[in-house]
């Protein structure tokens, strides 16, 4: 089986809510998607979604995504899209970096062998160590009160965990962080996400305020390091996401103790193989991670459902829907949420097919014509 040809579709995914605000004043209102397809000569057909979240958020941007596509796309015709470390290793060396721009294609190349094998994905990453997924919700940035009744609303909806959007001024999300923590219920799980938005003072300062609350705080401070302080200055329990980039970084961590939890973003790290050995290092580490992605539609929310449900339940710590974020379908068959949780599809490969009504005709077209 050979790789003919790698196509990108570009679509546009509104937001039920209008608007997705974070630290600094960050903000997107539609988000940019970049739908993928890795054809063969076998006449089997893999697809995948990179959705970065806005060029301010990683070194990641909506249309990097399609030029690193057109850069590596035509060095990856003629490989076995089934033989993934060869795979993963040609893209890394025809382009340094630029891992979210890898990533669909490496995560097309798993369906691919979801479909050839006649199994989900989720069995081919370890199996089914979980019949359905707890899911978190983002809470977008908002005054204290507004952001306590979007939780009390979500809340109804079956989510008991929630990722609160601070980074922003310290009183006002010490106020964010009290008011929301009040109307949850006991077992509720709270996050306070600075996505890097605070000082080491301002971080100091929160972290110290908040002491007595029932939360976790998620990477305060842009840098490793300046976490690692913040870690080594409170009791709360810790998350890390932006700097975990890939299993150099995971290791240190590990070696650290600077964290609790690892959000681990499967576009961030390059795709769903270098995203299955950091999440097996973590396991062996007794490390619980949020499974996720930077954002996305359905088939991004496929592809976080299968790695979701392979992993022991105990070292999940939560995932999520972002295809009950938008407004536009995009494929068929992706995972829909119930009560606050998810499962992955049992189709062969993500279970899913693209709505090609929607997507109309593709923006990058490498190999057969």
Not at 190 to 202: F, P
Request: hydrophobic share 40%.
């Amino acid at each position: 089986m050979k790789i003919t040809a790698i196509k990108a579709w570009q679509v546009d995914l509104p937001l039920k809510e209008g608007r997705y605000s974070w630290s600094n004043g960050n903000f997107v209102d539609v988000f940019d998607a970049t739908v993928v397809a890795v054809e063969t000569d076998a006449g089997i057909t893999g697809y995948a979604e990179c959705c970065p979240l806005g060029s301010a958020y990683l070194p990641a941007y909506a249309a990097g995504v399609r030029a690193g596509l057109e850069e590596i796309g035509p060095k990856l015709i003629g490989l076995d899209p089934r033989d993934l470390g060869v795979l993963n290793r040609r893209m890394d060396a025809v382009l340094r970096g630029h891992a979210y721009a890898k990533a669909p294609v490496d995560v097309a190349c798993w369906d691919i062998l979801g479909k050839v094998a006649g199994l989900p994905v989720y069995r081919l990453l370890g199996g089914s160590e979980q019949s359905d997924i707890a899911l978190y919700r983002a809470i977008s940035q908002l005054p204290p009160d507004e952001m306590a009744r979007n939780i009390a609303g979500y809340r109804k909806e079956g989510y008991t965990k929630f990722q609160l959007k601070v980074g922003a001024d310290a009183n006002d999300d010490i106020a964010r962080i009290r008011a929301c923590r009040q109307i949850l219920q006991p077992g509720d799980v709270l996050v306070a996400d600075a996505n890097t938005g605070w000082t080491m003072h301002e971080a100091a300062r929160v972290v110290a305020a908040v002491r007595d609350v029932d939360v976790y705080i998620e990477q305060p401070c842009p840098s490793y390091e300046e976490c690692l302080s913040i870690r080594r200055r409170t009791g709360l329990p810790f998350v890390l996401d932006e700097v975990i980039t890939g299993t150099d970084v995971l290791v240190r961590g590990l070696a650290d103790h600077a964290m609790d939890v690892i959000n681990l973003k499967i576009s961030k790290v390059g795709g769903l193989t270098k995203a299955r050995l950091m999440r097996d290092l973590c396991v062996a580490s007794g490390i619980p991670m949020t499974i996720e992605d930077t954002w996305g539609g359905d088939i991004v929310t496929a592809a976080i459902a299968h790695l979701a449900r392979s992993t022991p339940a105990e070292f999940c710590f939560s995932a999520t829907d972002f295809n009950s974020y938008g407004t536009v379908t995009i494929a068929d068959g992706a995972p829909q949420r119930v009560d606050g949780r998810m499962t992955a599809p049992d189709r062969p490969g993500f279970g899913i097919e693209p709505r090609f009504d929607v997507l109309g005709d593709p923006v990058v077209v490498v190999g057969a014509q």
